[in-house]
């Protein structure tokens, strides 16, 4: 069993909530977002804006790996801070992309 945080734009609330679903239907911990200001169209204030990127730095820190969702390719700015800090904490690094290129989806 592992713990997985995924990360990625908010703009991606389907392909977020396909992948929890696959990762946790193989018996891994899924940590992911706590809501999508993007999709669902809420407004957050720039102390809400850093407050999220901590937690979800700490998720990463609590996690064996960490999960991209990269929807054809794209990465903001936020999602690829996450990666760097990914890497400098040794942490496994796996793409949406490749994940549902590889294998049979949900």
Wanted: hydrophobic share 35%; aromatic share 10%.
């Amino acid at each position: 069993m592992k713990v997985i945080t995924l990360c990625g734009s908010t703009k991606f609330k389907k392909q977020f909530r396909e992948m929890e679903a696959k990762l946790t239907l193989e018996g891994n911990i899924v940590l992911s977002l706590g809501f999508f200001e993007q999709s669902e169209g809420i407004k957050t204030t720039k102390e809400q804006e850093k407050l999220f990127e901590e937690l979800h730095y700490r998720k990463i820190d609590m996690s064996d790996e960490i999960v991209v969702i990269d929807v054809d390719g794209y990465m903001g700015t936020s999602t690829k801070k996450e990666i760097e800090y990914a890497k400098s904490k040794d942490k496994l690094i796996r793409y949406y992309s490749e994940i549902t290129r590889s294998s049979a989806f949900v």
